[in-house]
């Protein structure tokens, strides 16, 4: 099987353009086959913010509605996701923009209330057809997927870019050798997160369940886990999480950098 490394670059990465492109430079030097997933980082807020919305926000995830919709597909499906790949080309990588609606690669339903908590059009996925995917990535082109789904209705869902990056590495796992990497601002899991240099350089399950209980990982980094970890049950052979500096390590193996997730 040929190797696919799927990538997802974080917020913080995307809010910073020195940061962004050196981390496009990086990817764009790795002769492998990749798929690029992006979030949104904080522009859809601040153009919320300018045109009079306020973003809400419940456990670090944005309640889309209506109008949040209109701008997160502009913002996401457009200024961010055009960005990227204009400026992947001018380094030399073939890349094309998709989101799930392109092709049918992503549909999802909207999710439903739970909890007395409407988030609105979020999408949760429920089927990837992970051969356009893999046509396009034979044909030489680099795939930049923005986080958004379709609902086969002719509506477009806002969807959490890690489940994007998660559930597109299992789908394209019965084709290729797929490797999942997290893309942020630290050097990977933190024992200490005050000590920006306490990386734990793996972690397995049974640790997994440790360092929930003893608070070491918590919050937003859960979900984060919890997928990855079901991505590796259904067949995707690695996931790392790391800084995006390390890329060029990590794809080319010359070093030791980021947290190793195992069964």
Not at 181 to 186: I, P, Q, R
Request: one cysteine or more; proline letters at 2%.
């Amino acid at each position: 099987m040929e190797k696919l490394y799927i990538i997802k670059v974080g917020g913080n990465v995307i809010d910073d353009d020195k940061t962004l492109q050196k981390f496009l430079k990086d990817l764009s030097s790795l002769k492998t086959n990749k798929i690029l997933v992006h979030g949104g980082g904080k522009v859809a807020t601040e153009i919320s913010k300018g045109l009079g919305i306020e973003a809400q926000m419940v456990d670090g995830r944005r309640i889309t509605d209506t109008e949040t919709l209109k701008i997160v597909t502009m913002v996401y499906g457009g200024l961010i996701n055009k960005k990227v790949v204009s400026q992947l080309q001018s380094m030399n990588t073939n890349a094309i923009g998709l989101t799930g609606a392109d092709a049918n690669i992503m549909l999802a339903s909207k999710r439903p209330v739970k909890n007395g908590i409407d988030y609105g059009f979020v999408g949760d996925v429920e089927k990837i057809e992970a051969a356009p995917l893999a046509t396009l990535i034979s044909s030489g082109l680099t795939p930049v997927i923005a986080p958004l789904t379709h609902d086969g209705k002719g509506n477009m869902l806002n969807t959490n870019a890690d489940t994007v990056a998660s559930t597109l590495a299992v789908a394209l796992s019965k084709s290729f050798d797929v490797s999942l990497v997290y893309c942020f601002e630290l050097k990977g899991v933190l024992q200490d997160i005050n000590d920006k240099n306490s990386v734990i350089s793996s972690i397995d399950t049974e640790k997994y369940g440790q360092l929930k209980q003893d608070g070491v990982i918590a919050k937003g980094m859960i979900p984060k886990m919890d997928n990855s970890f079901d991505a590796i049950k259904a067949g995707v052979k690695s996931v790392i999480i790391c800084h995006a500096d390390d890329i060029v390590s990590i794809v080319n193996q010359s070093e030791q950098a980021g947290t190793v997730l195992k069964a």
